[in-house]
């Protein structure tokens, strides 16, 4: 569905040239929600500016939906746009057009006529739950509106690809969710292709089927978001992950128990899948002559099925806390001693 | 009661003086703001990170703005005298005020619009080319319409100054009360004449600057 072959994007400023994007391959597939995740200088708006040819890469080709966006200029290019619809951070809404004349205005610019566009406009208003606010001015509309409005807007063309710069990164925590709901049903109900840049791993975890992740205007990792959060391997990608599953705040109350407890052993368990839902720590304690002490415990749900963490302490007899670890590894369990925070 | 107070006014003269006034500025607003609008735009499409970045345009645009701009009003009109003369065949009279009237507004107002179209949200204009808008679609309905209430406030200023304006064309000859201000009241020592000539001149201002605000008023939903 989308194809980045050999990306670089380098801008020319006063002070020499600055490479935003560097050597980026990547693949997205029809239907999924693709979902990069960086730190603000990353490069991720550039990439994803790269896909409406908003920006042109300086070396390499971008292919969406079996055309070439990133030689495509004019007509070509306007046309393609409309079907591959971009939502922004801050909304970006006509503050001089109603919300039902928002919804109206890439229908305009397609030229659909009049009665065609007041009744999709209807449709899409029901769609995104705005109904009775159609004559609204967007100043009079709070935030999670304001994107409704946005992510009506960019239906409005039945696109193939929706790209979501930020989305829901001006939101509180609770329109955050309902807005990344409503993402989650237009891509299931309408099959469509999203494309998500954001730096919050929560909004990862809550709606993407893969993930990638960048730094430095590279891809340091990418694949399935379970396997990614089970399974990180750059240390910026271990840093994400510590934003779901809330281990960062855990961290001084490990160093107090180090210390506090020289000789047990501080493990975290990663489950995923169904194994989160075992009971081992209850057999660790039957079957051998450990104590374990809970530390921290957290089950995040995504959207291929829950992931959690556990840290504990184990301690007893050398030789029982390795008998408890053994079976740890029967159950497929990933077992991480931590010895230095 | 009035031809006690003020024994030297012609009514009929004022009145056809303000009409002349009132004559000059309309014409010279309507055609100031049409033309400020598009040179304005063709500033800010032409200055970098633009639709139309182009340096020499923006360049030449802009230095030509600078240099109407500031020239005093009145040399203007003594400059632009052959030029009058070519256009319409005379330098007397309301529509010979006309060229130096519009030369002396327009990039005055030009600059008020780049100011106004500097103010738009960069993102809606970025909006606007990804949904695959072309230009002239951005410039009628992204451009103009959000920047609506600081263009009309802009064509406000401009309008009241274009009234001092025809107040100047009229002393070299071109009526309006500005001529009769100068003529009969100050050549002639008719203080009471000078005085009703700026009084009317004063509602004038009052009556456009309470039209322009709200207009602006109504069209701002921000």
Wanted: include cysteine; aromatic fraction near 6%; glycine fraction near 8%.
């Amino acid at each position: 569905m989308i194809r980045l072959k050999d990306i670089s994007k380098i801008y020319k400023t006063k002070n020499g040239e600055i490479t935003a994007v560097k050597d980026v391959n990547l693949s997205i597939n029809k239907g999924e929600i693709f979902g990069i995740i960086g730190y603000s200088g990353a490069g991720k708006s550039t990439m994803i500016r790269l896909l409406n040819g908003l920006e042109k890469p300086s070396s390499g080709t971008v292919e969406v939906n079996g055309q070439q966006i990133s030689s495509a200029t004019g007509t070509q290019l306007r046309q393609a746009r409309q079907k591959i619809s971009m939502i922004f951070q801050h909304f970006n809404l006509l503050w001089s057009r109603t919300v039902a004349d928002n919804i109206a205005f890439p229908l305009e610019i397609a030229g659909v006529p009049k009665a065609e566009r007041e009744k999709r406009v209807g449709e899409l208003i029901n769609l995104v739950g705005l109904s009775g606010r159609e004559n609204a001015y967007p100043s009079q509309l709070s935030g999670g509106q304001k994107q409704r409005v946005g992510i009506a807007r960019a239906l409005a063309n039945n696109p193939e690809v929706l790209l979501c710069d930020e989305a829901t990164s001006a939101l509180d925590p609770e329109t955050t969710d309902a807005i990344l709901e409503l993402l989650l049903d237009i891509n299931k109900r309408l099959g469509l292709t999203i494309v998500l840049i954001t730096h919050e791993m929560h909004v990862i975890r809550k709606i993407c089927d893969r993930v990638a992740v960048m730094e430095a205007g590279q891809v340091v990792e990418s694949g399935e978001v379970l396997q990614v959060f089970q399974n990180p391997q750059a240390e910026i990608t271990k840093n994400f992950v510590m934003q779901v599953s809330g281990t960062k705040e855990s961290k001084e109350s490990i160093e107090q128990i180090l210390v506090n407890y020289p000789t047990g052993k501080i493990v975290k368990l990663t489950f995923i899948g169904n194994k989160t839902e075992q009971p081992v720590i209850s057999q660790i304690i039957k079957e051998f002559d450990v104590e374990v002490n809970i530390v921290h415990g957290n089950i995040t749900q995504t959207t291929s099925g829950p992931y959690g963490t556990l840290i504990v302490q184990i301690d007893g007899k050398p030789n029982q806390v390795e008998q408890a670890f053994k079976l740890l590894e029967t159950r497929e369990i990933q077992a991480e001693v931590i010895d230095h925070v | 009661m009035f031809n006690q107070l003020f024994p030297n006014v012609d009514w009929v003269k004022m009145w056809e003086a303000t009409y002349e006034t009132l004559y000059m500025t309309i014409i010279s607003t309507g055609v100031t703001f049409v033309l400020g609008l598009a040179i304005g735009i063709l500033l800010f499409l032409t200055s970098p990170h633009q639709i139309w970045a182009n340096k020499i345009v923006n360049l030449l645009t802009g230095s030509l703005v600078n240099i109407f701009r500031s020239i005093p009003f009145i040399v203007l009109i003594i400059l632009l005298i052959p030029f009058t003369k070519f256009l319409l065949g005379t330098i007397r009279g309301v529509e010979a005020a006309l060229p130096a009237l519009i030369i002396g507004a327009a990039p005055f107002y030009a600059r008020l619009v780049l100011i106004a179209l500097r103010e738009i949200d960069k993102g809606v204009i970025e909006a606007a080319r990804s949904m695959g808008a072309k230009t002239s679609t951005i410039i009628w309905k992204v451009l103009i319409p959000e920047s609506m209430p600081a263009l009309l406030s802009g064509i406000t200023v401009t309008a009241v100054a274009l009234v001092g304006y025809t107040a100047m064309a009229g002393i070299i000859g071109a009526g309006g009360l500005g001529n009769l201000a100068f003529i009969d009241g100050f050549q002639r020592s008719r203080e009471d004449v000078t005085l009703t000539a700026t009084i009317v001149i004063l509602i004038i201002v009052f009556i456009l600057q309470f039209i322009g605000d709200f207009i602006t008023t109504k069209t701002d939903k921000r």
